[in-house]
């Protein structure tokens, strides 16, 4: 659905990627791990068209995005939950959820299937959404995203700034939203939670892809959690 074909994006004329690629198949979970500083969230912004890549070209579901403005490459199917949530604290849980529709005249049967995933924010469509938990600001985030109806869903860092429990119950999120059919590619530094709802993945270090596989020949490679997780 998603290939990164060597591309290189630069701040500054310094490069923070170089010569990336790797791919994201169809109703799989891919991630892409790394510590901080590693280049993760700059892929996404590359993906998105947020921070153009200077070289190289992505691919989305057979057409050439690597220029593509930003509202361009949402329009053809891909969504981002961003890091930290950025939820709308002072809005409704419908609310939230309706400005993710903002390019459908038509928003209830989308917001239906949201509530099948997550059945809780049927309970709470009137509550303020700074007003739960983490973990149901977590599916607030995600509901929003997928009310768009996207092919990718980009989730950028989901465990950044919860406590444990919390990241667990938020990355339970992904992996619901994943089993809906939704394809999702996740970056993100936890390296056990991820391996654990991931199928494939690949790891970054100072922006360059340095092992790649599915998640189970990740969990077992020693040399990458000693080089790069500690």
């Avoid at 990164?4 to 169809?26: F, G, K, M, W």
């Avoid at 849980?93 to 239906?112: D, T």
């Avoid at 509550?127 to 739960?132: E, I, S, V, W």
């Avoid at 869903?153 to 994943?178: Q, T, W, Y």
């Amino acid at each position: 659905m998603l290939a990164i074909e060597n591309i290189s994006v630069a701040y500054d004329r310094a490069d923070v990627l170089q010569d990336v690629s790797l791919e994201a198949a169809p109703g799989r979970i891919t991630c892409i791990l790394g510590s901080n500083g590693s280049g993760k969230s700059t892929l996404i912004r590359a993906i998105l068209g947020l921070t153009p890549a200077r070289k190289g070209r992505i691919v989305f579901d057979g057409t050439d995005i690597t220029r593509l403005p930003t509202h361009a490459v949402v329009a053809r199917g891909i969504a981002c939950i961003p890091e930290g949530r950025r939820i709308f604290p002072r809005l409704t849980v419908q609310e939230n959820l309706r400005l993710g529709a903002y390019r459908q005249k038509s928003y209830q049967e989308r917001m239906e299937k949201v509530f099948a995933i997550f059945p809780r924010l049927k309970e709470r469509l009137d509550q303020l959404a700074g007003t739960m938990s983490g973990g149901e600001q977590a599916m607030v985030s995600i509901g929003r995203g997928l009310m768009s109806e996207p092919k990718l869903l980009l989730v950028d860092e989901p465990s950044l700034g919860l406590a444990p429990i919390l990241v667990k119950e938020n990355f339970a999120v992904v992996r619901r939203a994943n089993e809906m059919g939704i394809t999702v590619l996740m970056v993100e530094q936890n390296v056990r939670q991820t391996l654990a709802i991931a199928h494939a993945g690949y790891v970054l270090s100072q922006g360059k892809v340095v092992a790649s596989g599915t998640a189970a020949q990740l969990a077992d490679n020693a040399e990458v959690h000693q080089a790069y997780f500690g």
